[in-house]
């Protein structure tokens, strides 16, 4: 999955406007313009198309995480300058405060059945040997039962 799908993704499933998505940002410390958000957001056949990089997202997954559960107390973390699926999946999982079950449960929703011993090893440091790399069908699974569950249709 590209970083541009999981940012159109999650502005659909939780209908965030132009406004919203620059607002996330920002809670995060980082200021972008409606220019930049709505380049993210395009298809990549349009010619004003912009590709969101690794920060980029994680300062908006970081910003996510303060809008849905609030600021925490003292230093802010720093954004990943290199994100991975399982980082990502790890950020929506702090942002939407989700539980091992919760996450099953989502899963479920879309046909998708793993055991808690298969989901904990997407969020193990990746020197341990338990580690799972979480996979582009994974995360996609993820974020569409997210959106069955979170979107405001």
């Known amino acids: 999955m590209t970083n541009n799908d999981i940012l159109r993704r999650l502005r659909f499933t939780f209908g965030f406007n132009d406004t919203k998505m620059m607002e996330i940002f920002a809670l995060a410390d980082f200021d972008v313009s409606r ?7 395009k298809k990549e056949e349009d010619p004003t198309f912009r590709d969101i990089n690794d920060k980029q997202l994680a300062i ?3 910003g996510l995480i303060i809008e849905k559960r609030g600021k925490k107390e003292g230093e802010q973390p720093i954004p990943e300058t290199h994100l991975t699926n ?4 790890r950020k929506l ?3 939407l405060n989700l539980k091992d079950e919760d996450i099953l449960d989502i899963l479920a929703l879309v046909g998708m059945r793993i055991s808690k011993h298969e989901l ?10 338990q580690y799972r790399a979480c996979n ?3 995360l996609r699974n993820f974020l569409q039962g997210i959106q069955k569950k979170y ?3």
């Open 151 to 153: 979107s405001i249709e």
């Open 60 to 62: 908006f997954l970081n």
């Open 93 to 95: 999982k702090i942002s």
């Open 86 to 89: 399982n980082a990502v999946f």
């Open 136 to 138: 582009d069908q994974m």
């Open 120 to 129: 904990s090893a997407f969020f193990r440091s990746p020197t341990q040997s």
């Open 35 to 41: 220019a930049q958000v709505c380049d993210w957001l």
